[in-house]
């Protein structure tokens, strides 16, 4: 309020310019309509009046000179301006929309005054409906839950609703709940009556996840791997993780959208799936093969026979090792540059004294190699080192 002083033969009289809102604050539905109404006063004749939101500065010619609401193309078809009476201006707003949410204030100026007070004017929030799902009891093949539909704001006064299944209205039920059976694929929403058009988002079970790798690449040991599970929902899925090993009660890997391998290993190779579920039921997804590679472990050599090598006998030498991809296998004499053999089975079959000496199996894939070595020896064989020969 601003007061005014004038004098009149002599006497002060105190009279002030003014605007009162009715309203500090309105909470309002998507879709609905609104009526923002303020008082206004001068001592002097008002030359012109109009409403304004400071949000909307960013459309003016002039950041510091306000324009008149019912000329933005935001509001264009949607503004009226009412005088019922003399000093008395009501802003209706129809079909109003979430950017609608803003103060709105009111100007007017006179001859050498204009009205346009930093003080608040009336703030407009614009809440869209939500349905909100309380399970009660999960069916084999369907879901009991209830269903509320409501906003942040707090109606005054009943209001009547109207709800909707698979885009069918929901017969005998005007009112802001209602108990059901959801079965799968089942989509339901609600809206104000009268307002069907701004319905809420509808709310669903989950869709069948999708499950994804990353990196999509080879996956290699001791590298970083995640799993992701997705579901289209709403309310919006809560995810599980597990790995699939025949184990009826199955004990959960992650109760995230993402499986994370920080440090992967070989034994982590195997087939995984995920369940998304909300309060209107549950879906699995199909199974993710995780294969990891790595480079061959320690090779392993047996001797057969295992007793001792027997001069003109057959001996076979079998190396095995864990790798992924499957290993290839190459054998060596020492101090000889030529593999003897390729294959995890060398066979020698006439074996002599200079067959004696160390073998070496080598293991080799794409992501490396590695290698073991055993001694061969005929029985009763005796190996005298070269320092210990004496002459008498």
Not at 350 to 361: L, V
Request: charged share 20%; glycine share 6%; hydrophobic share 30%.
């Amino acid at each position: 309020m601003i007061q005014t002083l004038f004098y009149v033969s002599g006497v002060e009289y105190q009279t002030c310019n003014r605007v009162i809102y009715t309203d500090r604050s309105i909470c309002a539905f998507k879709g609905s309509s609104v009526d923002i109404s303020c008082t206004y006063s001068s001592y002097q004749t008002i030359r012109s009046k109009f409403w304004f939101s400071p949000e909307r500065s960013h459309q003016w010619q002039s950041p510091s000179q306000p324009e008149d609401l019912s000329e933005d193309s935001q509001f264009a078809g949607r503004v009226q301006v009412l005088e019922s009476e003399r000093g008395r201006s009501t802003l209706r707003i129809t079909d109003l929309t979430e950017s609608d949410s803003a103060q709105y204030h009111f100007r007017f100026t006179t001859g050498s005054f204009e009205w346009r007070s930093s003080l608040p004017g009336t703030t407009l929030t614009v809440t869209a409906l939500q349905v909100q799902v309380t399970r009660i009891t999960v069916h084999q093949s369907d879901t009991e839950a209830e269903l509320k539909c409501h906003s942040s704001c707090s109606p005054a006064g009943r209001l009547s609703y109207v709800w909707f299944k698979n885009g069918q209205k929901v017969t005998g039920v005007e009112t802001s709940s209602f108990k059901g059976r959801v079965y799968p694929g089942d989509i339901i929403s609600c809206a104000l009556k009268g307002h069907e058009n701004y319905g809420s988002p509808p709310v669903y079970a989950p869709k069948l996840p999708s499950v994804s790798v990353s990196p999509s690449a080879e996956i290699v040991e001791g590298s970083s791997v995640t799993l992701t599970c997705s579901s289209d929902a709403n309310p919006a899925a809560k995810y599980t993780w597990y790995m699939k090993n025949g184990d009826p009660d199955l004990q959960p890997l992650s109760k995230e959208p993402q499986l994370v391998f920080s440090f992967i290993q070989s034994s982590d190779s195997g087939e995984y799936y995920c369940t998304a579920e909300n309060e209107l039921g549950r879906r699995t997804s199909d199974y993710i093969s995780i294969d990891v590679t790595y480079a061959p472990k320690l090779p392993s050599v047996s001797v057969s026979p295992s007793a001792e090598i027997v001069e003109g006998s057959s001996v076979t030498l079998t190396c095995s090792s864990d790798a992924n991809p499957a290993a290839n296998y190459t054998w060596y004499k020492e101090n000889e540059d030529s593999p003897k053999a390729s294959g995890q089975i060398f066979t020698i079959t006439d074996f002599r004294a200079e067959h004696s000496g160390n073998y070496s199996c080598e293991a080799q894939n794409r992501r490396g190699r590695n290698e073991t070595t055993v001694h061969l020896t005929v029985a009763g064989e005796l190996l005298i080192p070269q320092d210990d020969i004496f002459l008498f």
